[in-house]
């Protein structure tokens, strides 16, 4: 497996299809979202929620109490693919970057109750990957 991660790479999202891969994310079921600010990392686990544009953002229209924020869809450069295990289980992630290369956030693929992950997603994911439309 490998982990891409450069802006320059040719096998990643456009910065342009991050509100299709978004609106695709919020019907897929749990994911998890990890933001990583000042050596801190949030995590939201649960379902991706729907959003809507409005005054330059996307913006996240969880359930109350739930996952909601503002997406500057500007920012992000491109989305790279990170396929590599984590603490020795299979692991997926979309990982959103800016024009620096920085990561602004990630969501990994759900997992079942016993630990497996999403089957479905992990068919979607690696189509993606592979043909890089949404």
Same mark, same amino acid.
Request: some cysteine.
């Given at each position: ?10 096998h ?5 299809q991050?509100e299709?891969?978004?609106?695709t ?5 749990n ?7 000042? *050596?801190?990392?949030?995590? +939201?686990? =649960?379902?991706?929620?729907?959003? %809507? $544009? #409005? ?6 229209? *969880?359930?109350?109490?739930? +996952?909601? =924020?503002?997406?500057?869809?500007? %920012? $992000? #450069?491109?989305?790279?693919f ?18 620096h ?34």
């Amino acid at each position: 497996m490998t982990n891409i991660s450069s802006v320059g790479a040719s096998h990643s999202l456009r910065g342009e299809q991050a509100e299709a891969l978004l609106r695709t994310l919020s019907t897929w079921g749990n994911t998890t979202t990890i933001v990583v600010q000042g *050596g801190c990392v949030f995590e +939201f686990k =649960g379902a991706f929620p729907v959003g %809507s $544009i #409005a005054q330059g953002f996307y913006n996240l229209n *969880g359930s109350n109490p739930g +996952f909601h =924020g503002h997406i500057r869809l500007q %920012s $992000i #450069a491109c989305i790279s693919f990170q396929d590599k295990p984590h603490r020795g289980r299979e692991s997926y992630a979309f990982v959103f970057r800016d024009s620096h290369d920085a990561i602004i956030f990630k969501v990994f693929l759900g997992r079942q109750r016993d630990g497996q992950l999403i089957a479905h997603q992990v068919v979607e994911f690696k189509r993606i990957q592979s043909t890089l439309v949404i």
